[in-house]
């Protein structure tokens, strides 16, 4: 059996918690870690203060594979997230020269002391590639760095997809049915306990609910979603509005 | 001056990690809090395990004056978190007779069993008012325990939002410009440093950045504002889009 690899992401930002921004990179990233095997097992947003940053980072890195965080990574006073990934591995600043030169040849005669700022990264890090090339994203140990703007970070995940060792991949089937959960919720209980392998979860939607069959066993899934179909029929053929 | 009076949100729910269902009720809550003089400051989403919620809440409501938590309070057998909550609190579930005869009158005569397992809650448990009436929430000490589905979500909001004593309310005003953020970097820390009443973001958009004020209080905001209109000025007339 394949291991199940696990994430943690990080929002970091006084936007999302004041409502001013939607998150938009939690859903992305959980939909992209799914498909490269990872699993994401936590997100948290955290505000613009250094402490807060530094223990979400060290107290997710030792609990899972890979970390992610968002946001904060500008060159504005407000952007702290590089320091305190310095802080959190016990590192310092120092002028990475990879960076600094993609710096260099992305803002030409306009380079100002400013933009070089971003050059300045923890001295373990890694630049993470990206189209987009500026600001870069960087890695050190499990913890990518990543831009907070839904395009830049899109497009550095894009870049650090090739380091990531995903593990087993869940697959998902689905029933929607037109019944309310509270009706199929003892046979459903019944079914999740011979089935342990799958993970079945129940979402009530304002027609009914989705079923939903989740496992790295593939052929459970099959197995244990049909044998509920059989269930509903009996019940109510109507109750299926359809399977996925 | 006014008490900051603070909180937290843990969304409770594989779907969320797994890329299923996108969170809708984060930025909600964001606003709806700040409406009500409460600072949102920090949110976490957790998986359906009994543990992890547990340490979310132990851990969240030490900390700040408010928790919330969104998810898991239905029929089936993924629905973990009252029961998650009571033993956060080393308490257990009885039967509250007020939910029962809300469950009763809600569901007549197709009362089931399953229904009346909703009407199990922590022995310290206070109901939550609401409009939908099922399945309620309801509140321990200051955990705030409430249905993931957005519109059930709102309503037990609005059924609690008299239980929440506000403290300051925090104004936020903006200055919208074309400039790249790197260009004002310098000025607006300078500016931050000189009002620290005040918390200065700059949050870089595809067309330029918005530069956020926010405070508790609010004459801080309008005098760092304009000044920074005037800084502005000075660069270029044409950077400043709009204020707000």
Excluded: W
Excluded at 51 to 57: F, H, R
Excluded at 210 to 218: N, P, T
């Amino acid at each position: 059996m394949k291991k199940i690899v696990t994430a943690a992401f990080i929002i970091i930002g006084d936007e999302i918690l004041s409502g001013r921004t939607k998150d938009e990179n939690l859903n992305f990233l959980a939909c992209a870690l799914g498909e490269n095997g990872v699993s994401l097992k936590e997100a948290r947003v955290v505000p613009d203060i250094e402490q807060e940053i530094i223990d979400a980072v060290n107290a997710a890195r030792k609990k899972y594979d890979y970390i992610f965080t968002s946001g904060g990574v500008g060159t504005t006073h407000d952007d702290i997230t590089i320091e305190a990934i310095a802080k959190a591995f016990g590192d310092n600043l120092v002028k990475n020269e990879e960076a600094a030169n993609l710096l260099a040849s992305y803002y030409g005669s306009r380079l100002t002391e400013i933009h070089m700022k971003m050059a300045y990264l923890p001295s373990r890090a890694k630049l993470i590639e990206n189209d987009i090339l500026s600001p870069s994203g960087f890695v050190v140990e499990n913890v990518f760095v990543l831009a907070g703007v839904p395009r830049i970070f899109r497009a550095m995940f894009e870049g650090i997809k090739k380091e990531i060792v995903g593990g087993a991949k869940i697959k998902s089937r689905e029933i929607k049915i037109s019944l309310p959960e509270s009706s199929i919720a003892k046979v459903f209980a019944d079914l999740q306990k011979k089935y342990p392998q799958v993970i079945m979860g129940s979402y009530p939607s304002e027609t009914g609910a989705s079923l939903v069959f989740r496992s790295a066993e593939y052929e459970f899934i099959d197995i244990s979603l049909e044998e509920m179909v059989k269930i509903l029929q009996e019940i109510d053929p109507k109750s299926i509005v359809a399977t996925s």
